[in-house]
T-cell receptor, first 109, second 112 residues
Framework: QKEVEQDPGPLSVPEGAIVSLNCTYS??????FMWYRQYSRKGPELLMY????GNKEDGRFTAQVDKSSKYISLFIRDSQPSDSATYLC?????????FGQGTRLTINP | DVKVTQSSRYLVKRTGEKVFLECVQD?????MFWYRQDPGLGLRLIYF???????EKGDIPEGYSVSREKKERFSLILESASTNQTSMYLC???????????FGQGTRLTVV
């Protein structure tokens, strides 16, 4: 079983839609949870960082963590064409930093 | 703002060459990481370091080595480049193992 599972997509939605991106994990040592956005030919940039179960909101982005189910989500409200990118979930614990495969998202005007 | 700088955006090297990829961070971070990113495979950890002169193998260390002589600098070395090492290489750093990681802009290496 992989430590992290993330649907690679691609995912295509119309502008203004709510986007839901998800990852599951199996390693109970993971205590810190991140979402990154990566534009083509660029390095990933940090979007959200959290370490507790529940929701964390930042503008149009909400990160949700459910430690009991080993499941994290990223919601994007009022999606914009500029949100088109690959989104990676990441997990840190026991000195390891492990990434999901990334979901390629396209927002259509 | 944290800045992680990789020495080159694009590199073309010949098979058998020794290749050095340099990464520098300016925020006194303890941890530094080297990943490679390939289509369909995501980010795979090559090596990481949690202190000066310390290094740990990641998931795919074969064919690579690293050096961390100073806290701010983490170098990835391809001892004898091969075509299957053509990839996007990403360096990252984090304050410690409880903190978020920040990435450089990446080095796209082509081995011919």
């Amino acid at each position: 079983q992989k430590e992290v599972e993330q649907d690679p997509g691609p995912l295509s939605v119309p502008e203004g839609a709510i986007v839901s991106l998800n990852c599951t994990y199996s390693n109970s040592a993971f205590q810190y949870f991140m979402w990154y956005r990566q534009y083509s030919r660029k390095g990933p940039e940090l979007l959200m960082y959290t370490y507790s179960s529940g929701n964390k909101e930042d503008g149009r982005f909400t990160a949700q963590v459910d430690k009991s189910s080993k499941y994290i989500s990223l919601f994007i409200r009022d999606s914009q064409p500029s949100d088109s990118a690959t989104y990676l979930c990441a997990f840190q614990g026991a000195q390891k930093l492990v990434f999901g495969q990334g979901t390629r998202l396209t927002i259509n005007p | 703002d944290v800045k992680v700088t990789q020495s080159s955006r694009y590199l073309v090297k010949r098979t058998g060459e020794k290749v050095f990829l340099e990464c520098v961070q300016d925020m006194d971070h303890e941890n530094m990481f080297w990943y490679r990113q390939d289509p369909g495979l995501g980010l795979r950890l090559i090596y990481f370091s949690y202190d000066v002169k310390m290094k740990e193998k990641g998931d795919i260390p074969e064919g690579y080595s690293v050096s961390r002589e100073k806290k701010e600098r983490f170098s990835l070395i391809l001892e004898s480049a091969s075509t299957n090492q053509t990839s996007m290489y990403l360096c990252a750093s984090s304050l410690n193992q409880r903190a978020e990681a920040f990435f450089g802009q990446g080095t796209r290496l082509t081995v011919v």
